[in-house]
């Protein structure tokens, strides 16, 4: 159906957003239900046409092609979300017994993405550093670095709030 080895030139990008943008942005709406993950969806699908640069004999082809792309990135938002639902703060009291397990989640869910991967990892998932830096693709010193930081950011903190 499709293969090409040259990349896609600017008129054939230009013409398929200007006639799929909006299209695509309705059937991706309607999927998700959010201005801003159907933005993001129909961005992720002309990325992936660019990249990929599929030739199509039809331009019924290319379309099919096109919706088919959103429909799929839309559903694997959907897996994330139901996956990766998130937490907001007011909520952690549900989560927790008593005042100081609440400040203690308070204080590692104000950490960067990064160091409260790597502490999901290893304490709640049990992989060694060297997998998480598999995982990751990071080098093991890496994760245990960021261990380090994150263990030394809850002492401070967390002593801190037993202080007062």
Request: charged fraction near 30%; charge should be neutral.
């Amino acid at each position: 159906m499709f293969s090409r080895s040259v990349p896609l030139t600017d008129d054939e990008i230009e013409k398929a957003v200007h006639l799929y943008a909006n299209r695509l942005f309705k059937l991706c709406f309607l999927l998700l239900g959010n201005h801003a993950d159907a933005e993001d969806a129909v961005s992720d699908t002309f990325y992936r046409y660019i990249t990929k640069s599929p030739s199509f004999q039809e331009e019924e082809h290319r379309k099919a092609w096109l919706f088919k792309v959103a429909k799929n990135i839309c559903q694997d938002v959907h897996r994330l979300r139901k996956r990766n639902q998130p937490i907001h703060v007011d909520d952690l009291s549900n989560y927790c017994t008593d005042e100081k397990d609440i400040l203690f989640l308070e204080e590692i869910m104000s950490f960067p993405a990064k160091y409260k991967t790597v502490l999901h990892l290893f304490y709640i998932e049990g992989y060694k550093t060297n997998e998480i830096a598999q995982i990751l693709s990071i080098s093991s010193s890496a994760v245990r670095k960021r261990l380090q930081y994150a263990r030394e950011k809850l002492k401070l903190d967390y002593g801190k709030e037993n202080e007062r």
